[in-house]
Every structure is written in structure tokens, then in C-alpha cells.
């Protein structure tokens, strides 16, 4: 029995590391050869610089201070730190020296050009979906920018997670290369959007839990903690957090293209998101992908918060009003219905009742800004009160936001509040 189990488990090793190999290490190059698309170098390179913005490319690629698109900025994970590399045209230091292939296989297969398999920090998995005509476009677009010299930086990773070779196994687990295939049951502007919002929108990346090994687990866009960063993306799919039922399309792409609406305003990481790119791409995009959302929210998710004793809530609530009268009432009202979109609303308001309550404590701490825009140039802001008020006051000003007018959110304390103590608004 025992030589029959170990015999088992060798050959489902065996299997699995074969597995691994075919599926981690398999090109598909061939099979989505460059596309001749009717339109001149420039207008490929015209759509090219377009399909960047709409992937958020520069935000990720640009290190504070840097040349655009030279690689260098840092993004932290429970892994360790990455670094993103250079992608201008220089051909010592960027990929002036790679074919359309090769930057295909990258965005669609998570290969480098020599062929390493790329860690999905870049966020290939969702970049798979882009198609080759669109892929081609983006790298004319880059070889067409400015050469930069700068040599990329290496990884910080733990062990063993600096073991790239590991690496077959996670794609065996958690990718299969895929071009967005369209639904015929649905319009052509619904596909539009799922194919943005899918692919270069690359939504998912955020908006979808991760489990320990970074692998999304749960339903697409069903939100997720993010606590190397320190924020909470919201479900994209229910409304309870979201409202994308209850709020008309119109006010949906208000919101993704200005940052604010009367329904509410972009907070956190998503105000870089808006200003790096939503606010770039043709409203027919953002209506697409407004109304693909919309078509994924399922109404009858609620938040489930905690309950709390009356005597808990009786305590907090005291010392919370007396802190929202002298601090938050001039902007927000008595009754907080506030006076959007300036002062957004607190009474129902999605972010307030969110069963999460890393926002609410980040944007009191570090303030509440919203983008500034090309059609919201002068967005409001709120300002931060990291300051002025105590772990043990923010943590009681946000009891009596999260459980007045019609609110009922879990109670904060002040150990939670020291966490996010120090930590930047983005």
C-alpha cells in the first residue's frame, strides 16, 4: 500500500511539473501573428498612445521625477518590492531593440524578451485579453517616444519568491493566455467595455482578492483588501458598495472621467487611476465600460457589519458627535447630506457603510482629494486630521458618521487607526 501511495504522489508530481512546463512555458506568438490594419504608421501610432492611456501604462512605468515611461517606480507587494522597468525606445536599457513579437509575448504571454517569465506584478493576466492589432499599435506608440538611458533595477523579493523558476507553477495554477473573445448575446458597445474594462483596464488587478500566493480567488471584481497599500477597492459588483444599479450611466462616466458626480468622488488609489488615465479616453469608452459594470452588479448583496452593544455605541457616539460639530458639521451639515459634489454626502453614502473601514480611516487621517481634471480643474478636497485629532477621536468621529442618519457600520478603535498612523494618502 505504502510503495502504491508513494508511486501516486510521484507520478501527480510528475504530471504537475509537466503541467507546469507546457502551460508556463508555451508561446503563442504564432498563433496571433501581427494584423495589417488599415491605417498609416502615424494613425497606428496615434492609436497606440491612445490604448497606453486606456492601460494606465505611464502611471506604473514612471518613477516621481523621471523621464515618462523609464521604469524605476516601486510597487510594493506582500512579496517584496518591484521595480518597473524601462520601456522607452533606448536599446541598451528599453525595448528599442524588441520586435512587435516580443512585446506581444510579454503583454500576452508573460515573457520577456529573452524569454524569462515575468512576474505578474505586471499585470499580464489581465493584458492577455488585448488583442494583437491593439498590441502592436501600443509598442509603435512607445518605440516612437524619446530614448531614455536607464539601467532597471532589480527586484527586492523575499525567498522564495526570487525563484523566477517557481514561476511555472503559479502560471499553471492561476494563467491561461486568452484574447477577449466577444459574446454574441451582447451588444457591440457592452463588448467594448467588457474588452476595456477585462483587458487594459486591467480592473481585476485591484478590484479581485488575491490568496497567499497572489493568485485571484473569488468572483472577478468582487473587491478585495489591498494591505501593502493600505486601501480597500470596492466590489465592482455589488451595489451595496458600488451602486452601479442604482446611478444612471450618464453620472457613472461623470464620475470616471471628472472624478466626482452627485453620486459621489474617486478616493484612494483610484484618483491616480482618473488622472493618469479615465480622464483621457473617448466618452464612447468610458459609456462601454459604464454600462459593462452595470451589467455586472447583482443587487441583493448587502454589507454584514458586526453588531455592537448599545452601551459601546452610546460612548462613541458622544464623544464622535461632539468631534463632527466642531470639525466636519460646516462642510458636511447637521443632517449629513453634505452639499455635492464639493461636499459629499455622508448620510447613505457607500464608502461610510462599507464593512471595511480602511478608507474611511485613511481619508480622515491623510484628507479626501479628488483628482484634478480636465473636466474638474478645480476639484474641493478634504483636509487631513492626522494632526489635530487623536487615534482615539478619528476613531470616534468615524462611530458617529458610520451610525448616524440611517448609517450602520461596525465600530472603529484606535489600534486600528495607529496602523494607517504615517502612511501616505496614495
Same mark, same amino acid.
Given at each position: ?5 508513494? !508511486? ?43 490604448? &497606453? ?14 523621464? @515618462? ?28 531593440? %524588441? ?29 492577455? *485579453? ?14 516612437? &517616444? ?23 507553477? %503559479? ?53 478585495? @483588501?489591498?494591505?501593502?497599500?493600505? %486601501?480597500? !477597492? ?6 451595496? @458598495? ?26 484612494? &488609489?483610484?484618483?491616480?487611476?482618473? *488622472? ?6 473617448? !466618452? ?22 458586526? *453588531? ?28 449629513? *447630506? ?8 455622508? !448620510? ?79
Amino acid at each position: 500500500m505504502k510503495r502504491l501511495i508513494a !508511486a501516486f504522489i510521484v507520478t501527480l508530481l510528475a504530471f504537475f511539473v509537466i503541467s507546469a512546463y507546457v502551460i508556463g512555458g508555451r508561446d503563442t506568438a504564432h498563433i496571433y501573428p501581427s494584423v495589417n490594419v488599415a491605417e498609416s504608421a502615424a494613425q497606428q501610432i496615434q492609436r497606440g498612445s491612445y490604448l &497606453l492611456k486606456a492601460g494606465n501604462c505611464m502611471a506604473c512605468h514612471t518613477a516621481r521625477g523621471a523621464a @515618462e515611461f523609464s521604469g524605476g517606480r516601486m510597487l510594493p507587494t506582500t512579496f517584496g518590492q518591484f521595480y518597473t522597468p524601462n520601456i522607452t525606445s533606448d536599446v541598451k536599457t528599453g525595448i528599442g531593440a %524588441w520586435s512587435p513579437d516580443e512585446f506581444w509575448r510579454a503583454l500576452h504571454d508573460g515573457k520577456g524578451r529573452d524569454g524569462r517569465l515575468l512576474y505578474p506584478a505586471f499585470p499580464y493576466t489581465e493584458y492577455t *485579453k488585448v488583442s494583437r492589432a491593439d498590441s502592436d499599435a501600443m509598442f509603435a506608440a512607445l518605440q516612437s &517616444l524619446p530614448a531614455v538611458s536607464q539601467v532597471n533595477r532589480e527586484h527586492e523579493l523575499a525567498f522564495p519568491f526570487n525563484q523566477r523558476s517557481l514561476l511555472l507553477f %503559479w502560471r499553471a495554477l492561476y494563467f491561461t493566455p486568452q484574447v477577449y473573445q466577444a459574446d454574441p448575446q451582447q451588444s457591440a458597445e457592452w463588448n467594448r467595455g467588457a474588452y476595456l474594462v477585462q483587458g487594459l483596464g486591467h480592473c481585476a488587478t485591484c478590484h479581485t482578492a488575491r490568496n497567499s500566493l497572489g493568485g485571484s480567488v473569488g468572483a472577478a471584481l468582487a473587491g478585495a @483588501e489591498i494591505p501593502e497599500l493600505n %486601501w480597500y !477597492a470596492t466590489s465592482l459588483i455589488s451595489n451595496a @458598495e458600488s451602486g452601479h444599479v442604482d446611478i444612471p450611466v450618464d453620472r457613472l462616466v461623470q464620475r470616471m472621467q471628472s472624478g466626482v458626480s452627485e453620486d459621489g468622488r474617486v478616493y484612494g &488609489l483610484m484618483t491616480e487611476v482618473v *488622472k493618469e488615465s479615465l480622464q483621457y479616453l473617448e !466618452a464612447s469608452d468610458i459609456q462601454a465600460m459604464a454600462v459593462y459594470l452595470k451589467s455586472q452588479q447583482k443587487k441583493d448583496q448587502r454589507i454584514e457589519s458586526e *453588531k455592537v452593544t448599545e452601551r459601546e455605541l452610546a460612548v462613541t457616539m458622544a464623544r464622535g458627535e461632539k468631534i463632527y460639530k466642531e470639525n466636519c458639521v460646516e462642510c458636511h451639515q447637521a443632517n449629513g *447630506k453634505g452639499a455635492a459634489p464639493a461636499y459629499p454626502a455622508l !448620510a447613505g453614502s457607500r464608502l461610510v457603510n462599507l464593512a471595511s473601514t480602511t478608507n474611511i480611516t485613511r481619508i480622515i487621517l491623510n484628507g479626501g482629494f479628488s483628482p484634478s481634471t480636465q473636466h474638474n480643474p478645480e476639484p474641493f478636497g478634504m483636509p487631513p486630521f492626522a494632526q489635530i485629532l487623536s487615534s482615539q477621536e478619528i476613531a470616534d468621529v468615524a462611530n458617529f458618521v458610520r451610525n448616524s442618519w440611517g448609517n450602520q457600520g461596525s465600530l472603529l478603535i484606535s489600534s486600528e487607526v495607529d496602523r494607517y498612523r504615517g502612511q501616505a494618502s496614495h
